[in-house]
RNA sequence: CGGGGUAUAGCGUAGUCCGGUUAUCGCGCCACAUUUGGGAUGUGGAGGUCGCAGGUUCGAAUCCUGCUACCCCGACCA
């Protein structure tokens, strides 16, 4: 079972070159660019998506749920949206099978069932969610509405990937309304920080946090700003969004509300959102040879404990030893796994919580238990020590700290190693081609640029960083004038 | 949608060019025994519409035609 992961897994290997990771997460299904998420990697799903919905809760939001399907004419009303997505809809056009007319076996849509309009399944919820505010919304003591929505989404896209690019995927989707302009810009950046804050503290993800340059911004958005980071092969993954859709939506959707001024204004709208993309994300960000690592808060069994005994008797003694622990540990809200399965070596669990990527390993046989001792072993360093059984709680929950910390470190030293300045094209290709990683330099601001760029290169614009500073310069292509740098590198 | 490739047991595969005994091997699975501090060993066993549909032939995993699915490279994208 344990070598059918690594042989399944290769598939993996081209997210780290290199890198091989055991870890069965997944799998295709037989439905194309769809995947199962089997049980262990739902579990890791459901631990990042209570977090995130604890953090929308504490901001002040409520979820809601709206319709997978929507009304085809609903696209046709903002330009940019439509053009954005129509390439990758899937439709439904028929409400009934009937068996095939010339007779061969099978099924087709029956003629008679034909919808009188079409519906999109949702690739994203902007047109349906702002038909329904319409309704909602006729005054400014109505605002703001700030919504988020759990959900899955369909797009049609040409070339999928484990993860990163599946045609449905779970994600979730905030969509707020505003009064006025600068409230809309601030909820825009507040929910930005929210992901920057997930990323780090909780996934051990170092992210730039910034503005897309027009040519990457999301179909409809006056500005989107993500947040970016770098992945194990030093490519980089946009790993969320959020958006500043200005009045673009309430315009298509006709949304107005009467302000304190007794005047009929036009809405302000956000959206952002994060997916299961940020399961590869944080798969490629830390794991190793030997499978998935963990960040401890959020991994679904933060402590494996793994008993070896000959006889029952010796089990037993060693449980009971064991039980202590354990109580306490689940008194401080850790979560643990205790292993006695018979079926199962030692040395096999020892490698399965490896690739699984529990953070702390508590290992106890009749040994230790004679000396009053345990072994623990840490899976980010892969360092094992021997302690006395006292220490054994203190030790873990410090660990436990220690491995979240040490993450994030080893993330964010990588990735500074891993960013350059370029002041010439020569430079640039030049890391391009030796390097990799993100580039720092200076770009005249036109699509132009940006586009012929990225055909030279496969580069594109990762973004503007926030903190960037001012600074005269000349772009790296045209030789332009230019204020900033900005972030450049090759992205999934 | 363009270019290239693949489809044989739960997984990974040999055999296909050049048609011919009972379709190969490894992992996994089941039983028993010995094992248990880093993925145990031995013996025995179960498991197959050779992707689907036609065709050629005395005979097709193998040759021909059509279809489908998947993978890789492009264009597209969270």
């Given at each position: 079972m344990a070598k059918d992961f690594v042989k399944?897994?290769?598939?993996?290997?081209?997210?780290?070159?290199?890198?091989?990771?055991?870890?069965?997460?997944?799998?295709n299904s037989s439905v194309r660019g769809c995947m199962v998420i089997k049980p262990y990697g739902y579990a890791i799903w459901e631990k990042m998506r209570d977090e995130l919905d604890r953090m929308f809760k504490e901001t002040g939001h409520q979820n809601a749920y709206f319709p997978l399907f929507i009304p085809k004419s609903f696209f046709e009303k903002e330009a940019e949206h439509v053009e954005g997505f129509a390439k990758e809809c899937a439709v439904v056009?028929?409400?009934?099978?009937?068996?095939?007319?010339?007779?061969?076996?099978?099924?087709?849509?029956?003629?008679?069932?034909?919808?009188?309009?079409?519906l999109i399944v949702r690739p994203t919820s902007e047109t349906i969610i702002w038909d329904t505010y319409k309704g909602w919304i006729?005054?400014?003591?109505?605002?703001?509405?700030?919504?988020?929505?759990?959900?899955?989404?369909?797009?049609?896209?040409?070339?999928t990937r484990m993860f990163l690019r599946t045609a449905e995927f779970l994600w979730q989707e905030g969509h707020t309304a505003h009064a006025t302009e600068s409230e809309a810009v601030e909820e825009t950046k507040k929910m930005l920080e929210v992901y920057a804050d997930f990323a780090e503290n909780y996934m051990a993800m170092p992210v730039l946090k910034g503005v897309k340059s027009p040519n990457e911004r999301f179909a409809g958005a006056i500005d989107t700003y993500c947040i970016e980071a770098m992945m194990q092969d030093k490519k980089a993954l946009q790993a969320g969004t959020s958006h500043f859709?200005?009045?673009?939506?309430?315009?298509?959707?006709?949304?107005?509300?009467?302000?304190?001024?007794?005047?009929?204004e036009y809405v302000w709208a956000t959206s952002w959102g994060v997916s299961?993309?940020?399961?590869?994300?944080?798969?490629?960000?830390?794991?190793?040879?030997?499978?998935?690592?963990?960040?401890?808060?959020?991994?679904?069994?933060?402590?494996?404990?793994?008993?070896?005994?000959?006889?029952?008797?010796?089990?037993?003694?060693?449980?009971?030893?064991?039980?202590?622990?354990?109580?306490?540990?689940?008194?401080?809200?850790?979560?643990?796994?205790?292993?006695?399965?018979?079926?199962?070596?030692?040395?096999?669990?020892?490698?399965?919580?490896?690739?699984?990527?529990?953070?702390?390993?508590?290992t106890m046989g009749a040994r230790d238990l004679a000396e009053g001792k345990c072994e623990i072993a840490r899976r980010d360093t892969l360092e094992k020590q021997t302690i006395a059984v006292e220490d054994a709680v203190a030790t873990i929950e410090r660990l436990l700290e220690e491995i979240q910390a040490n993450l994030f470190q080893k993330a964010k030293t990588f990735r500074e190693e891993n960013t350059r300045k370029a002041n010439t094209w020569e430079e640039f290709v030049n890391i391009l081609e030796n390097e990799g990683g993100f580039i720092s330099a200076h770009w005249d601001g036109t699509p132009e640029t940006?586009?012929?760029?990225?055909?030279?290169?496969?580069?594109?614009?990762?973004?503007?960083?926030?903190?960037?500073?001012?600074?005269?310069?000349?772009?790296?292509?045209?030789?332009?004038?230019?204020?900033?740098?900005?972030?450049?590198?090759?992205?999934?």
């Open positions: 399944r897994s290769e598939n993996y290997s081209e997210w780290y070159n290199e890198l091989v990771v055991r870890a069965d997460l997944a799998e056009t028929h409400h009934r099978l009937k068996p095939k007319r010339d007779g061969s076996k099978g099924l087709e849509p029956d003629p008679d069932a034909r919808l009188e309009e079409e006729k005054s400014y003591r109505d605002l703001p509405i700030l919504c988020n929505q759990w959900a899955n989404v369909v797009r049609w896209e040409m070339r859709l200005g009045q673009n939506f309430a315009k298509a959707f006709d949304v107005k509300f009467l302000s304190k001024e007794n005047k009929l299961t993309r940020l399961m590869g994300a944080l798969i490629m960000s830390h794991s190793d040879d030997n499978g998935l690592v963990l960040p401890p808060k959020l991994a679904p069994i933060q402590v494996a404990i793994v008993p070896i005994f000959k006889t029952e008797e010796e089990c037993e003694k060693i449980n009971a030893e064991v039980a202590r622990i354990q109580s306490e540990l689940k008194a401080k809200g850790i979560s643990i796994k205790f292993d006695d399965r018979r079926e199962y070596k030692p040395g096999w669990k020892f490698s399965e919580y490896e690739f699984k990527g529990v953070p702390v390993r508590l940006e586009e012929k760029i990225k055909e030279l290169t496969k580069a594109t614009i990762r973004c503007i960083p926030f903190d960037a500073e001012e600074e005269e310069g000349k772009c790296i292509l045209t030789g332009k004038p230019s204020h900033r740098r900005v972030i450049f590198a090759k992205a999934y």
